[in-house]
Antibody, heavy 124, light 107 residues
C-alpha cells in the first residue's frame, strides 16, 4: 500500500521560502509510471494544483505560481520536495502531496494516493 | 481551462438520487476525475477518465460525459456520502485545475 507523508515547518514568515518534503513509502518513486504532485487548499476553499515532478527530474508547474515554485526529487530517499519563495499570507494553506497516474500520451489521469496534508501558516 | 460545478451546495436525504454537474470552458475529451473530500481529510478519488470507477468505490457512484459537460451521480445517498465533491480536469497541459466544489449536506 502506497503512503505519502508531508513534513516541514508549519509556520513561515512573510517573504521567506516555504519548504516541504513528501516521503513515499510502499512504492518507489524511481519505478516510473507516475508523476508526483503538490496541491494546496486555502482554508475553507477549493483545491489548487501547484505542480508535479517525474522521477527523472522533469517538472511542470501551474503557470500562476511558476515564478516562485521549485519541485525537486531525491530518489535515494524516495522523497520529493516543494519550495515556494517570497511567501505572503495568501500562501497560507493545507499542502498535499499526491501520486499522479498518467496515460500513454503522458497526460495525467488522476491522483490516486494523497498525503494527509500539512497546514502551513504564513505570519510574522 | 476553467471548471464550473453546479450546484455549489445541495441538500438531500438518505436514499435520494443526486447529480452534480461539471462544465469545462473548453473540450477536455474524457480527462476528468471526481473526488470526495470530508472535513480535515485529503480528497479521495472516486471516478477517473470521466466514467471509470476507482477500485473500492461503491457502485452507487457513477460518472458520465465527455468534451465539456460531465456529471457525477450518486444513485442512493448513504450517510457517509455527505461531503464536498470536486471535479478535476487533466487535459490542459501542463496545468491541472479543479472545480470550485459542491457541498452535499443532509436535509
Amino acid at each position: 500500500q502506497v503512503q505519502l507523508q508531508e513534513s516541514g515547518p508549519g509556520l513561515v514568515k512573510p517573504s521567506q521560502t516555504l519548504s516541504l518534503t513528501c516521503t513515499v513509502s510502499g512504492g518507489s518513486i524511481s519505478s516510473g509510471g507516475y508523476y508526483w504532485s503538490w496541491i494546496r487548499q486555502h482554508p475553507g476553499k477549493g483545491l489548487e494544483w501547484i505542480g508535479y515532478i517525474y522521477y527523472s527530474g522533469s517538472t511542470y508547474y501551474n503557470p500562476s505560481l511558476k515564478s516562485r515554485v521549485t519541485i525537486s526529487v531525491d530518489t535515494s530517499k524516495n522523497q520529493f520536495s516543494l519550495k515556494l519563495s517570497s511567501v505572503t499570507a495568501a500562501d497560507t494553506a493545507v499542502y498535499y502531496c499526491a501520486r499522479d497516474v498518467y496515460d500513454s500520451s503522458g497526460y495525467s489521469l488522476y491522483f490516486d494516493y494523497w498525503g494527509q496534508g500539512t497546514l502551513v501558516t504564513v505570519s510574522s | 481551462i476553467q471548471l464550473t460545478q453546479s450546484p455549489s451546495s445541495l441538500s438531500a436525504s438518505v436514499g435520494d438520487r443526486v447529480t452534480i454537474t461539471c462544465r469545462a470552458s473548453q473540450g477536455i475529451s474524457s480527462y476528468l476525475a471526481w473526488y470526495q473530500q470530508k472535513p480535515g481529510k485529503a480528497p479521495k478519488l472516486l471516478i477517473y477518465a470521466a466514467s471509470t470507477l476507482q477500485s473500492g468505490v461503491p457502485s452507487r457512484f457513477s460518472g458520465s460525459g465527455s468534451g465539456t459537460d460531465f456529471t457525477l451521480t450518486i444513485s442512493s445517498l448513504q450517510p457517509e456520502d455527505f461531503a464536498t465533491y470536486y471535479c478535476q480536469q487533466l487535459n490542459s497541459y501542463p496545468s491541472i485545475t479543479f472545480g470550485q466544489g459542491t457541498r452535499l449536506e443532509i436535509k
